[in-house]
């Protein structure tokens, strides 16, 4: 009496979910195979009470035990191994995912910055133009106005409204250089040209800009006679920065510029007799 109430109490949660898993037609098939291996355990535990009198079924159903308890043993590791395959594979499509997002916006974010480069360097290019040309404007008239005659103290007015429209002017032409370094767009033009001629070409700028912070000083050496193939406007604005950052910032009183060819490399070296940089 006692046999069959408790069957039934083990049987029926078996077959319940194991039908309803049947009906579930999305379910994986490991899931509806556990569910009929379930089904067949569960009918078992209901006839057991009226086939334990019979020896042959009693074999029968104890050997039906152990091969669904084997079966569900393995029919499970199965399902966690599923179940876990599925979880990498949801956390791997969701890395994808994000990953691919990331990489076109850091892809959106590059054209945006490459559009802003490619404006600044355009309306940098176009100031520099349209400042160039009232400069250069300025800077012939003071000229005309220097071989008139003047007085001492016009004419010394004069020599610094020349000195400071040279000094304007390569501001002007320093904002154009680095618009140009980056967008990227700097070119060359070498030509044959004497080192001799680029320090000349220096000195000259300087000697005519009037009275100078420091007494330039050229370091004469043998490699002025030789020639090289290089851009000379690239390397007399190179000097002029060097230059121009000296008399800005020293406060010696002379300054040594030396360009020599060492190693088919052009070395531009100025060295001025001020303090420095402090140690700490």
Known sequence: LIALPLAIAVAAPQVSFALKALKNRQLHTLVRIFSIVLLVNGLHFIDYPFLRPIPEAAIFGYSLVIATSMLFGVLLQCVINNFLADELTLQLRNEVSNHQKTSLEREQALVVAEQALRAKAVFLANVSHHLRTPINGIMGLNDLLLDSPLKPEQQHLVQHIRASSNELLSMVDNVLTI??????????YPKAVSIQQLVNDVFDHYASSGPLQLRLI???????????????????RICFNLIDNALKHSEGTFATVDLSLVDSTLHITLIDDGKGVAPE
Do not use: F, G, M, T
């Not at 618009?179 to 060359?188: G, Y």
């Not at 004469?220 to 851009?231: G, P």
């Open 179 to 188: 618009s140009l370094l980056e967008s990227e767009k700097v070119k060359l």
């Open 218 to 236: 050229n370091q004469v050496n043998a490699s002025h006679s030789q020639w090289i193939y290089a851009d000379s406007l690239k390397i007399r």
